[in-house]
């Protein structure tokens, strides 16, 4: 069966510092991969989207990138974090096929103080 | 008008009850729909996936599409304190980058 994995599950780190979160599946091969930022209140946000090694397609202008150095490897990174950047980041994962559903990770929560 | 609207709740239920949940939406052309269920400080976790109108159950668990007045429910029969989490519908028109979330549900079975 496939699983996801996120890491760390919490983060917290001062206001200029850089980042990097990785998200990795197991058991498929060439998934969609999928970050998301979850805000109270705000619902899911979808950030970045890859359907292949070094693919990427962004949703959002912002203070973050993605890559995908392996196929079912994905990271999100900043640079420089702002305190706009705390939230909950979600990874997630689904099959090439067109409409096949996401399966999320377990989320890491970061706090940028 | 928000894409998809949902009531965020909290919704509070004495065990054994059943839970009704809905999202209404305004694009007449999401035809896949999901419901997740996501427990504190977790990822949201796939419970229902349903394709164009009509009813879908799976245990508990019983989702219906009703895209003549764009409305989708979840209902959750003999709720059980495990229950208890937020719910999300998400839905699309096509492709799984294109899916609109709702804000989710905050669901709370009382033992």
């Known amino acids: 069966s496939q699983t996801i994995h996120q890491w760390p599950a919490t983060l917290v780190q001062p206001v200029g510092s850089p980042l990097s979160l990785e998200c990795t599946v197991e058991g498929t091969s060439n998934p969609n991969l999928y970050w998301y930022r979850q805000a109270a209140g705000r619902g899911l946000q979808l950030l970045f989207y890859?359907?292949?090694?070094?693919?990427i397609s962004s949703e959002v202008p912002q203070n973050l990138s993605a890559s995908r150095p392996q196929d079912r490897q994905f990271i999100l990174s900043s640079k420089k974090l702002l305190l706009s950047d705390s939230g909950f980041y979600l990874c997630a994962w689904s099959t090439g096929s067109y409409n096949s559903p996401l399966h999320f990770g377990n989320g890491t929560r970061l706090t940028v103080t | 008008q928000k894409e998809v609207e949902q009531d965020p709740g909290p919704l509070s239920v004495p065990e054994g009850a059943i839970v009704s949940l809905n999202c209404t939406y305004s694009n007449s052309a999401f035809q896949y729909f999901m419901w997740y269920r996501q427990y504190s400080r977790k990822g949201p976790e796939l419970l229902m996936y349903t394709y164009s109108s009509g009813n879908k159950e799976d245990g508990r668990f019983t989702a219906q599409v009703d895209k003549s007045s764009k409305y989708i429910s979840l209902f959750i029969r003999d709720s059980q304190p495990s229950d208890s989490a937020t719910y999300l519908c998400a839905m699309s028109a096509g492709g799984n980058n294109r899916l609109a979330f709702g804000k989710g549900n905050q669901v709370v079975v009382i033992p």
């Open positions: 890859s359907v292949g090694i070094g693919q």
